[in-house]
């Protein structure tokens, strides 16, 4: 079945470690995302890619990084300089922009 | 830049009750998303509109484009239809990788 898949479900932190989370599509779209969501707020997003090699800042990039290396895969990496990472992240994705965004399961990072 | 409202925050049915859940925003904008997020987290999108009224199934989504309001409508509503509702716009004279998302309304229906 086609769908997006975001591992693992829960991953925790360690201080000044940096953790990556998958994201995986076999949808064929050419466009992904990466959200944070925090309790009693509204998702808000880290990075997007609208094509394999190429990325743009979110509303909230700093401490993290992603790659877009394949078309399936958009990773996304937690670095030590994300001081608040604690959060649900979930990734996304599109044919293209301005058309339905499907999402995965999401990713619940904590740290220890 | 766009601001998204949505109420209410919270809302608790009876079963069998019509729903309606709101979306304001600030900027006007080329489409409207809902999206329905579930108790263990994932995101389901329900809707994409621009200009009138989509129905799938018991759901009716409306949008009032000179107003700039959206509702999400429920009819006959079930305890499986408990989740939190997501209204999302664009950011003013931004793309789809710069959606503004409302803070949800979490829906209770109690059997």
């Known amino acids: 079945d086609g769908g997006i898949t975001q591992s693992p479900k829960y991953l925790f932190r360690k201080e000044g470690q940096n953790v990556t989370l998958s994201c995986e599509q076999n949808l064929n779209h050419d466009a992904m995302y990466w959200y944070r969501q925090d309790p009693g707020q509204g998702l808000r997003l880290i990075y997007y890619s609208q094509i394999v090699n190429d990325f743009q800042k979110g509303d909230i990039a700093e401490g993290y990084s992603v790659s877009r290396e394949k078309k399936e895969s958009f990773p996304l990496t937690v670095t030590s300089a994300q001081k608040n990472p604690t959060a649900f992240y979930l990734c996304?994705?599109?044919?293209?922009?301005?058309?339905?965004?499907?999402f995965g399961p999401g990713t619940r990072l904590l740290v220890l | 830049k766009n601001e998204v409202e949505q109420s209410p925050q919270n809302l608790t049915a009876q079963e069998g009750e019509f729903i309606t859940i709101n979306c304001s925003y600030s900027v006007g904008i080329s489409a409207l998303h809902w999206l329905q997020q579930h108790p263990g987290g994932g995101i389901v999108s329900l809707f994409m509109?621009?200009?009138g009224k989509k129905k799938h199934g018991r759901l009716i989504a409306t949008i009032n484009i000179q107003e700039k309001h959206s509702s999400l409508h429920i009819t006959a509503s079930h305890p499986r239809d408990s989740a939190v509702y997501i209204c999302?716009?664009?950011?003013?004279?931004?793309?789809?990788?710069?959606?503004?998302f409302g803070k949800g309304t979490k829906l209770s229906v109690k059997p």
């Open positions: 509109l621009s200009s």
């Open positions: 996304a994705s599109s044919i293209g922009e301005m058309e339905t965004q499907y």
């Open positions: 999302a716009v664009p950011t003013f004279g931004g793309s789809q990788g710069n959606l503004i």
